[in-house]
Structures are given as C-alpha cells and as structure tokens.
Nanobody
Framework: VQLQASGGGLVQDGGSLTLSCTAS????????MAWYRQPPGKERDLVAT???????NYSDSVKGRFTISRDIVRNTVLLQMNNLNAEDTAVYYC?????????????????WGQGTQVTVSS
C-alpha cells in the first residue's frame, strides 16, 4: 500500500489550500485516515482524522478553519485549509490505518505518505 500526497505550496496569509492523499495498492478496506504536520524544528502533530464511516476530529488549532473529507471510491482524503496563517507553515503528512492483503491474508497496518510542504507568507 502506498499513500501519495499532493497539493502543498506557497500561499499568502489568509489564503486557502487543499491537500490530497490517495491510497493505492492491495487495499482490503480503510479504517481511518489522518493528516499530521511538522513545523520547522518541532515535532509532528495530529491535525485531523476521518474514519471511513465519515466521523471527523480536529486539533483545536485548526478547528473551524480546516475541513477533512474522504472520497470512498477513489480512496482519497482531502484537507481543505482556509484562513491560513504563518503558524500553519509545516510539512504535512497523510497517514492511514489500512487493512491490506498480505501473504497471510488480511492484516491492519499504518502507512505514511511523503510530506508536502505548506508555506504561509505574511
């Protein structure tokens, strides 16, 4: 299974960006997907999660500004980010807890996508 993230870039303060992450490979089912971010010199923190049933959760720092959603058919999770500010500058990573087909049948594993840089200029 692979997670491919895209959509980062440079945006002005108050602007918007949408990140996308698509899971591919021997997927049986997706349990939950999430976005994390790691600002320069800091640890990686959870931003938002969505279960494949549609339940969402957000960190307090992004609540009301970011929206996580999923496309079940395309195995894709989106992160719509509005009203961005300098504190949102970070490398954003998608994460998935996925049931996949292995040599011993179906098993559950955690996968990470490559990071995508989001830079907010003031």
């Amino acid at each position: 299974v692979q997670l491919q993230a895209s959509g980062g870039g440079l945006v002005q303060d108050g602007g918007s960006l949408t990140l996308s992450c698509t899971a591919s490979g021997s997927i049986y089912s997706i349990v939950v997907m999430a976005w994390y971010r790691q600002p320069p010199g800091k640890e990686r923190d959870l931003v938002a999660t969505i279960t494949w049933g549609g339940s969402t959760n957000y960190s307090d720092s992004v609540k009301g500004r970011f929206t996580i959603s999923r496309d079940i058919v395309r195995n894709t999770v989106l992160l719509q980010m509005n009203n961005l500010n300098a504190e949102d500058t970070a490398v954003y990573y998608c994460n998935g807890v996925i049931k996949d087909y292995g040599l011993r049948g179906v098993s559950t594993s955690t996968y990470w996508g490559q990071g995508t840089q989001v830079t907010v200029s003031s």
